[in-house]
């Protein structure tokens, strides 16, 4: 089956092809512009080098958060768009957490994606890989950092991934040679781990009705009405 996998939830916009267990095209790309404007014309160009219709894509996978809030607005809406626009595509949501520690599938232990959300909090999901699968053993969370790092347990190694990785190495685990970092080539989001990832979930996969982001935190606009609301009951 071709899996279309589309990450627009970090810095950088990443598309890429699979069938099976070969990676037919990828590119990721760390730019300035939004992803509204890099996206689509990559996965054309996808397509177009691939000789490939949407209709030979069985399923598409996108990074379905933690994350930018407009990237993943983004990233879902162009999902959708596709799966509309061809009835028979399906899609399916991977979290933003999950396919990263597919970036470290060859490590053999525990796995920390962690991503930046706010001044000492972090979205984080703590992960198990044997080198050839990885399943959650921890939530995907949004959480204080020294909430979850000071007491990790990591007698065994643990590999950190993501945009936090680096500084969350240095901050608690500078002198740990257990804690290791993932090169920077794989710290960051890549759509050919989401497509990994999104093998684990195909029987997930469905119509782009079903298909949603998860924040794992209030938007801007939700903590605004909830202000306002809360303003409200305060005068009553």
Same mark, same amino acid.
């Given at each position: 089956?071709?899996?279309?996998?589309?990450?627009?939830? %970090?810095?950088? #916009?990443?598309?890429?092809?699979?069938?099976?267990?070969?990676? +037919?095209?990828?590119?990721?790309?760390?730019?300035?512009?939004?992803?509204?404007?890099?996206? +689509?014309?990559? $996965?054309?160009?996808?397509?177009?080098?691939?000789? &490939?219709?949407?209709?030979?894509?069985?399923?598409?996978?996108?990074?379905?958060?933690?994350?930018?809030?407009?990237?993943?607005?983004? %990233?879902?809406?162009?999902?959708?768009?596709?799966?509309?626009?061809?009835?028979?595509?399906?899609?399916?949501?991977?979290?933003?957490?999950?396919?990263?520690?597919?970036?470290?599938? =060859? /490590?053999?232990?525990?796995?920390?994606?962690?991503? /930046?959300?706010?001044?000492?909090?972090?979205?984080?999901?703590?992960?198990?890989?044997?080198?050839?699968?990885? @399943?959650?053993?921890?939530?995907?969370?949004?959480?204080?950092?020294?909430?979850? /790092? =000071?007491?990790?347990? $990591?007698?065994?190694?643990?590999?950190?991934?993501?945009?936090? #990785?680096?500084?969350? @190495?240095? @901050?608690? /685990? #500078?002198?740990?040679?257990?804690?290791?970092?993932? =090169?920077?080539?794989?710290? +960051?989001?890549?759509?050919?781990?989401?497509?990994?990832?999104?093998? #684990?979930?195909?029987?997930?996969?469905?119509?782009?009705?079903?298909?949603?982001?998860?924040? &794992?935190?209030?938007?801007?606009?939700?903590?605004?009405?909830?202000?306002?609301?809360?303003?409200?009951?305060?005068?009553?």
């Amino acid at each position: 089956m071709h899996i279309l996998g589309i990450d627009t939830s %970090g810095k950088t #916009a990443s598309v890429a092809v699979t069938d099976d267990d070969k990676l +037919l095209w990828e590119k990721t790309v760390y730019t300035k512009l939004t992803h509204s404007q890099v996206i +689509l014309p990559m $996965v054309s160009e996808a397509l177009k080098e691939l000789e &490939l219709d949407y209709s030979d894509i069985g399923c598409a996978a996108i990074a379905k958060g933690p994350g930018s809030y407009t990237g993943l607005r983004i %990233g879902c809406a162009a999902v959708k768009g596709m799966c509309m626009g061809q009835e028979s595509l399906k899609c399916v949501g991977i979290s933003t957490l999950e396919a990263l520690s597919f970036n470290c599938l =060859p /490590f053999i232990g525990r796995i920390a994606a962690v991503m /930046f959300a706010r001044q000492g909090i972090c979205y984080a999901g703590l992960y198990e890989s044997d080198g050839r699968d990885i @399943k959650n053993v921890r939530p995907d969370e949004v959480i204080k950092e020294d909430e979850l /790092f =000071p007491s990790l347990y $990591v007698e065994k190694g643990l590999m950190l991934v993501g945009d936090h #990785a680096a500084a969350i @190495k240095q @901050k608690y /685990f #500078a002198d740990d040679d257990r804690v290791l970092t993932a =090169p920077i080539n794989r710290r +960051l989001q890549q759509a050919s781990s989401l497509c990994l990832a999104a093998c #684990a979930h195909l029987d997930e996969a469905a119509s782009a009705e079903a298909l949603n982001v998860s924040y &794992l935190q209030a938007t801007k606009a939700q903590k605004d009405k909830a202000h306002s609301e809360n303003g409200k009951e305060d005068t009553k």
